[in-house]
């Protein structure tokens, strides 16, 4: 008998599938503690001097949860002492350090690789300074370990890039904003220990004595093995991290 029927496709099973076979998924799945918190009202963050000042417009919910310093400020208490409670000033601030800030806050990314082929990242490196710097004065320690992060991936290197180490305004405006035990501190010293060049000394008579004075204590420290050893950055880049 004629049977016209089309044969029937074999039906894979899970084991029977090999990894081959399997289609390519992006997967978004991430954990849920990095859900954004993106309910209730928003505040406004006014940042830099009365002359050259920007508003930002944050969720509350999101940026106390990452920030001490903008849940204290948010408490009913502190709140009323302002003329407008949902309103927070940062005239000492660097503008696009807090725009960076914001963009760390809903996207978990800090965008300063210059889009253009060969460009150096210099032209970004004092917001990367100034941002450490509201890090810390916003007490948020991850957006800091993040920066560092950056810190310590320009002065690595890759074999498509050159290594990038922090220029002495750098320098100074980390070590005028952070307090002495701050581990960025240690960074710099690391790079200017292992990698320095007197003409770095030469060419800024003005650096802070307190940084010359921790370069000067960690040469003496490891001068005779300084060829010898490895570049701390390139060890371990947690050693920078604050807990």
């Keep these: 008998m004629d049977d016209s029927r089309p ?33 209730g009202k928003m505040i406004e963050v006014v940042v830099g001097s009365e002359e050259d000042k920007e508003s930002f417009h944050v969720h509350e919910a999101l940026i106390c949860d990452r920030s001490e310093f903008f849940r204290n400020a948010m408490k009913p208490e502190w709140a009323s002492t302002r003329p407008a409670p949902r309103v927070i000033e940062l005239p000492d601030d660097d503008m696009a350090a807090f725009d960076l800030y914001v963009q760390w806050l809903y996207s978990k990314k800090l965008p300063i690789i210059p889009d253009e082929k060969g460009s150096s ?49 750098d320098i100074r405006i980390l070590y005028e904003g952070t307090r002495e035990s701050s581990p960025i501190r240690q960074f710099l010293v690391d790079i200017w220990t292992y990698r320095g060049k007197h003409e770095w000394v030469k060419s800024d008579p003005d650096l802070p004595k307190d940084f010359l004075m921790d370069v000067t204590t960690a040469l003496l420290k490891v001068r005779t093995a300084l060829e010898t050893q490895s570049r701390p950055w390139k060890n371990s880049h947690e050693q920078y991290y604050e807990h």
């Design 7 to 39: 044969l029937k496709r074999k039906r894979l099973t899970m084991d029977s599938m090999t990894e081959s076979q399997s289609s390519s998924i992006n997967d978004a799945r991430v954990g849920m503690s990095w859900r954004l918190k993106l309910d």
């Design 121 to 169: 990242p210099y032209d970004e490196y004092q917001t990367l300074a100034h941002a450490y710097v509201l890090g810390e004065e916003l007490m948020d320690i991850d957006f800091k370990n993040a920066v560092m992060d950056s810190y310590v991936l320009y002065a690595r290197g890759s074999s498509q890039t050159k290594r990038y180490y922090p220029t002495n305004e």
